[in-house]
């Protein structure tokens, strides 16, 4: 039972990112408004780690298995990307390139951010 609230929180706060998104005019995906809710929720203890921890790791652990259908959706559409797949891989190589860049970067600020105030 645990389990079934903790997924009912999850989908409340999506569900709150969808409605957002309805009602704002701004291009940002639902899934954005969700993410960005729970971190808000979070960050100010209206929702408790504890209540959304087990079941968030399950549904990050079995994230792969939910990429299946995209990737079906892919070869089903496969003469439409066909001709434009170069400009796709190498704007997903240089993207994903930047993205670990730019991960390591704040990585490595926050652990110097963390040391300067551990010696103080």
């Known amino acids: 039972m645990k389990y079934v609230k903790q997924l009912m929180i999850i989908l409340l706060v999506s569900l709150l990112g969808e409605l957002l998104y309805a009602y704002i005019p701004l291009p940002i995906p639902a899934s954005i408004y969700g ?3 729970m971190l808000v929720g979070l960050c100010t203890g ?3 780690l504890a209540s ?3 079941t968030a790791k399950f ?4 994230m792969q298995v939910m990429f299946i259908p995209a990737a079906v959706g892919l070869l089903n559409a496969w003469d439409v ?3 434009i ?3 796709v ?4 190589v240089v993207s994903t390139v930047l993205v670990m860049v730019a991960s390591g970067e704040v ?3 926050v652990q110097k951010r963390e040391g300067k105030a551990e010696q103080r």
């Open 35 to 37: 993410l960005v809710l």
């Open 46 to 48: 209206v929702i408790r």
């Open 52 to 54: 959304v921890q087990e």
């Open 59 to 62: 549904l990050v652990s079995i």
């Open 81 to 83: 990307l066909r001709p």
């Open 85 to 87: 797949l170069l400009p």
């Open 89 to 92: 891989t190498i704007i997903m």
């Open 107 to 109: 990585a490595q600020w």
